[in-house]
């Protein structure tokens, strides 16, 4: 697989990295910005971009991801970030991801579930920038 837009070898529309991986290579290990007495977000999945021509998919079960922008650029090419959290994260988690234009999805109580995740179709299907989605990644 190439990430090089003008090397797509696979066609992909989207690519996953885990927590660790995420922090090592994007956020540096910051601490998100969280304000504790944020306004309750709703329930469900927030899509902020649902037609992206890249997603970056990241794990990140509990919330802690110190993202400053709802975008990774990698080998030249942009890709929108989709948080894949579970119920663990904090409604200040998610309302900074909403306040960044970041996308995420609920997928399980504790640990993410793919069962849940593969049920929820694709990215690009999204009618609206508050409904749920599929965060397959292709």
Excluded: C
Excluded at 39 to 48: L, R, T
Excluded at 94 to 120: C, N, T
């Amino acid at each position: 697989m190439a990430l090089h837009a003008d090397q797509q070898v696979l066609n992909i529309r989207g690519y996953l990295n885990g927590r660790v991986s995420t922090d090592d290579n994007f956020t540096q290990y910051r601490k998100p910005g969280l304000n504790g007495s944020a306004d309750a977000v709703p329930e469900g999945d927030f899509v902020a971009e649902p037609h992206a021509p890249m997603y970056f998919v990241a794990l990140d079960p509990a919330g802690r991801l110190g993202w400053q922008k709802n975008h990774v650029d990698y080998s030249g090419l942009r890709s929108h970030v989709v948080s894949v959290l579970t119920e663990r994260a904090s409604n200040a988690y998610k309302a900074l991801l909403r306040r960044l234009g970041i996308s995420y999805v609920i997928a399980g109580k504790d640990e993410p579930d793919g069962a849940v995740l593969h049920q929820q179709h694709a990215l690009s299907t999204a009618p609206a920038p508050t409904t749920r989605f599929n965060a397959s990644v292709h």
